[in-house]
Each structure stands twice: as structure tokens, then as C-alpha cells.
């Protein structure tokens, strides 16, 4: 792993741009019990919360949708997350995911569309793992 060889810096300057992808490759993973947790912090019921923010595939499973524009549908309109405090851990952990600090060229690859990776103090090697810890 590549914070093993080498420190990574990182500071979120909250600019959003982790909250979009491409609409129909992405979307943010939800992990078991995530998507309840989402609802009810919503007060939504579960048929409309399905139906307005989750995609559910049989070979991807459960995630939150990207609308058209590629945009997490959790954004407000400031690019903010409108469920931060019970947001996904593909969210909390972001980038500190296995597929970008493997390697060299896949952080920096990142970087181009995160300004945050890079920028701020050094990430401790402890911290990294228990987010990659998160993911399991």
C-alpha cells in the first residue's frame, strides 16, 4: 500500500467534487443497515426513499442514486451533504479507499479531481488503516 511508502497528506476543503461521478457506472455504496439509517434520519418512508435516492442492482446491490448530471442525490444546493452525520462509509472514508492508496499512479490520478489530496498535514498511517478498516 502506498502509505506505506510514502506520507499522504490530505484536508477536505469541502468542495464536493467526491460527490460525483458518472450516472449509471457510480453511485455511493451503502453498506448493511446504511440506508435505514438515511431514511430515518430523512423521515422519509422507505417506498419513496427507494424510490428518490436508491439504485438496487442484484450485482452491485444498494447505493444511493447519481442523478443525470452525476451528482449524489444527498446534495443540497451548496454541493453539502444533506446527511452528514449519518452519511455512508464510502463517504467518511473517502480517499482513503483500497483502489487509491494502492498505488502510486491511483493517488495521484485522484488527486486531479480532489484538490484536498495532497494539501494539509501529513495523514497518520494509524488513521488510513482504520479507515480502511471501516470498508471491511
Sequence with gaps: MLYHQKA???H??????CC??????????LMHGE??????FLHLDRDIF??????NEPEIGEGIRLNKQGRCTLL????QCSVYSVRPKQCMTYPFWPE????HEAWEAEASRCEGINHGDVVATEYIEQQLNLLK
Design 35 to 40: 440506508a435505514e439509517r438515511i431514511c430515518q
Design 76 to 79: 443540497n444546493e451548496h454541493n
Design 100 to 103: 487509491l492508496v494502492h498505488s
Design 8 to 10: 499522504l497528506k490530505f
Design 20 to 29: 460525483f461521478g458518472n450516472p449509471g457506472e457510480h453511485y455511493i455504496e
Design 50 to 55: 427507494e424510490q428518490q435516492y436508491l439504485v
Design 12 to 17: 477536505c476543503t469541502g468542495c464536493g467534487r
